[in-house]
């Protein structure tokens, strides 16, 4: 990997806000599903929170950011306002989506997140398509696809890389790999030995980096995101991570073997990285306590937005559904 300026304290601190906040989420959102306060499907991304929050900083506000079912971490590290996010979540009428969307189904285009995919590998042909429009207005903006290590089997990778490649795309291909395709083991469904090398048959660029590291990955997302956008063409960027909960709640991850959950979890990102950052006088303890309990406010300010919205009304079942007749 090329070496990339190391961010200054600023973005360190921001790369740590956006990390906790989408832990604070995950927790909360944990904790509201089990006392009954929402009746929804929920896919936890902890573990993960370095890799979306250290990719974000790199991105300008008009950049895109594509991603999967599991993926509030990527929603929230993008921007998405928390109010209509936590509402959507509740399915009421003042979420992103008038609450028709659901957590599988996260859209908020002012922010740049067009679309939450809820099939897998359906995100990397979308992404090309926004990269296109991109390329072609000259607009400078760069199209982040966030993705997990089981969508690289799925034909839409292949065909994604292959043309974005060809017509050299400003698009950033971001594989999370944390080991697990939903309930199978990497090694049991990939042949390759790290989907990083499967950027060579495309001719294109590939990084791999520990994406539990917040200045490794984001000397990778630098790199990936300033060759998009001088015109140098897509990045496959393989971020090696860990999933420390189940593939939906409710799953126990029995078919992780303990000892390798155990060890993830010792090297949890979060409590390493607020470590080191008071560590190396980047911030203090109370600057961190400072960050977290403003996150925490602000997110129960948006779950009390989203308990005293409305649900959608009995009308909106038929709308957006079909194209609507315009009379002039």
Known sequence: MAEAKSPDCAVLLDIYRRANLIKTADDRFIELIKAGQIASPYYSTRGQEIIPSAISVNLNADDYVITTYRGIHDQLAKGIPLRPFVAEFMGRATGTCKGKGGPMHITHLASGLPVTTGVVGSGLPIANGLAWASQLKKSGQVTVCNFGDGATNIGAFHEALNLASVWKLPVVFVCQNNGYAEHTKYEYGTGARAIV??????????????????????????????RARSGLGPTLLEAKTFRFRGHL??????????????????????????????EQGHA?????????????????????????????????????????????
Not at 250 to 275: L, Q, T, V
């Open 197 to 226: 090398d499967r950027a060579i048959a495309y001719g294109m660029h590939g990084i791999q980096c520990n994406g539990n590291n917040a200045l490794e990955m984001w000397g990778a997302a630098r790199e990936a995101i300033d």
């Open 249 to 278: 709640l409710g799953d126990d991850s029995h078919y992780i073997d303990k000892a390798e959950m155990a060890a993830a979890i010792a090297a949890d990102p979060m409590p390493a990285y607020r470590s080191w950052l008071i």
């Open 284 to 328: 203090s303890d109370a600057q961190l306590s400072t960050i977290e309990k403003t996150n925490a406010d602000d997110f129960e300010d948006a779950v009390e937005f989203g308990l005293a919205s409305p649900y959608p009304d009995v009308s909106e079942l038929s709308r957006d559904v079909y194209a609507e007749e315009v009379r002039p």
